[in-house]
């Protein structure tokens, strides 16, 4: 693990419990990147200092501490505006790396990028942050080239090439999305009439434990880290009575996770706004279960997800054996349920639940088919719940559920 430090700035709107929490976050973000957070400095002010963020006397005591120690890293536990990172890491001179909370995060998720859309995703969100930062930058950029060649600094004129060509790097990546997004849109239409459930809710709160025990998919990556999977994967699973339904497992939400990265993850997160049901999980074992909750619903308010039929699944119950935690947590959420995704525990309480609300819109239908038309059969069971099939001597005979609408669009194609 690199050694490194943390500055966090607290004022009078701060409010303390979620300032522990947000600490004790960075530690784990920077783990994922393989940095060990050995100490951290809060400093109390009553406004942002205009020039530096921070007072300049705490930056100083931070970098001194960093140069004693050979930490060559500071980590920044809030989104610091291009001049405030400029003027910091100016101060930090060139060996001492200033990273905020949006860039750490932005790290981690080029790190674990590994589809072609993701990667893009992270690039574009990486491009828009770095282009009012490109200053700032280019001292890393010397570190990581030793210093050869960069005596002296890169001059304005090299730093407004870059400008442009960042500009035409964001045209092309956003152009590029945008196909990605079309086709997700033509994958979508032919799966309009599914009932689709997607998994929502804080990183590594074990939704992709929870998306392999439903659907069986054995390739889930499955890591106890931050961010762990990137990219939405969907599976069609049945449930206990051979209900069909889509599942999606979507990337994890975080509390003040960038607005850049969200706006380049709508096109994945576009599973969320399709969905019928979504499955909020939450990690019950958290020290601040309602904050992770309120990360939840604001980013799908931010999505326009926030009013659509939802489950909330608190996972790792394992882990606690308290009877007051669970009292507590019925008293607050009364649409919940408790599942342990690592022991399989009460996963078919789960099932259950979610075949209540795929069953609320469906009907019993019941259709005579000539062998002539033997071709729509399969279209059928595509579309519908078959719960039962009689072959006879000139007809085939389907009983299965439905909603009216997808029962009127077989009609259609039969006649």
């Keep these: 693990m690199i050694k490194s430090l943390l500055l966090s700035l607290s004022l009078p709107s701060t409010n303390q419990t979620d300032l522990i929490e947000e600490i004790e976050e960075m530690h784990r973000l920077a783990n994922t990147l393989g940095f060990s957070i050995e100490d951290t400095i809060i400093q109390n002010k009553q406004k942002i200092d205009s020039s530096t963020f921070f007072g300049k006397g705490k930056l100083n005591t931070a970098i001194s501490q960093c140069k ?220 601040d279960i309602e904050g992770h909750m309120k990360t939840i619903d604001d980013t799908l308010e931010i999505l326009n997800c926030h009013k659509k039929k939802s489950l909330i699944i608190f996972n790792k119950i394992d882990k606690v054996n308290d009877e007051n935690i669970y009292a507590n947590i019925k008293a607050k959420y009364s649409n919940c349920i408790f599942v342990s995704s690592l022991k399989k525990l009460n996963i078919n309480i789960l099932i259950n639940s979610i075949l209540k609300f795929t069953n609320e819109n469906l009907e019993l239908f019941s259709l005579k088919i000539d062998y002539k038309n033997a071709a729509i059969i399969d279209f059928i069971y595509n579309l519908t719940t078959v719960l039962s099939r009689t072959d006879q001597y000139d007809k085939i005979e389907l009983e299965f559920k439905c909603s009216k609408e997808t029962f009127n669009k077989i009609k259609k194609k039969i006649n």
């Design 68 to 287: 004693e120690l050979k930490y060559d890293t500071i980590f920044i536990n809030n989104e610091i505006e291009p001049g405030h990172y400029k003027r910091i890491q100016k101060i930090a001179g060139k060996k001492i790396y200033i990273i905020d909370r949006t860039k750490l995060i932005l790290d981690i998720f080029t790190k674990h990028a590994k589809t072609i859309e993701s990667k893009k995703q992270i690039e574009l969100a990486s491009v828009q942050y770095m282009m009012p930062r490109l200053i700032g930058q280019w001292t890393h950029l010397e570190r990581q080239m030793g210093g050869i060649g960069t005596r002296g600094g890169p001059g304005e004129k090299q730093i407004e090439i870059d400008r442009r060509l960042l500009r035409s790097d964001i045209t092309k990546l956003k152009k590029d999305l945008l196909q990605i997004e079309k086709q997700r849109k033509t994958q979508r239409k032919s799966r309009k009439d599914i009932f689709k459930v997607a998994l929502v809710g804080y990183t590594n709160a074990g939704k992709s434990s929870i998306f392999k025990n439903l659907s069986g998919y054995k390739k889930t990556y499955i890591k106890d880290e931050l961010f762990a999977t990137l990219d939405t994967t969907t599976k069609n699973i049945y449930l206990d009575d051979n209900t069909k339904v889509l599942l999606s497992d979507t990337v994890g939400f975080l509390r003040n996770l960038p607005t850049d990265l969200i706006a380049s993850f709508r096109s994945t997160l576009g599973e969320i706004r399709d969905a019928n049901l979504l499955l909020k999980v939450i990690d019950i074992t958290s020290t």
